[in-house]
């Protein structure tokens, strides 16, 4: 059984910083790409950045492109995201999942991830 454990999630003042990371087990994590998304109160799940099976490309959604990094550590079955300039309105539940299909590039579409976390809390407070 596949299974996604976040950490790294809390409080920060607006322009902090936070590094997210997700542990993966249960599944060969260095086939599949990776993603993380975010869930405010109220509000759908939207894609955040992805991260293709070897590290080689990333993406990001654009709200969040050069403040946010993804990154995967292949030794240790994880992936992370290192959120820097942080703003009020990145405040949401984050989560990580693990892409449906082995080797390609993940997409944005939630619906299409397998599996995910239980999700960490980031608060950005102004």
């Known amino acids: 059984q596949v299974q996604l454990v976040e950490s790294g999630g809390g409080l920060v003042q607006a322009g902090g910083s936070l590094r997210l990371s997700c542990a993966a087990s249960?599944?060969?994590?260095?086939?599949?790409?990776m993603g993380w998304f975010r869930q405010a109160p109220g509000k759908e799940r939207e894609f955040v950045a992805a991260i293709t099976s070897t590290g080689g490309s990333t993406y990001y959604t654009d709200s969040v492109k050069g403040r946010f990094t993804i990154s995967r550590d292949n030794a240790k079955n994880s992936v992370y995201l290192q959120m820097n300039s942080l703003k009020p309105e990145d405040t949401a539940v984050y989560y990580c999942?693990?892409?449906?299909?082995?080797?390609?590039?993940?997409?944005?579409?939630?619906?299409?991830?397998?599996?995910w976390g239980q999700g960490t809390q980031v608060t950005v407070s102004s």
């Open positions: 249960g599944r060969t994590f260095s086939r599949y790409g």
């Open positions: 999942g693990i892409y449906a299909r082995p080797v390609v590039m993940p997409s944005s579409d939630p619906s299409e991830y397998e599996y």
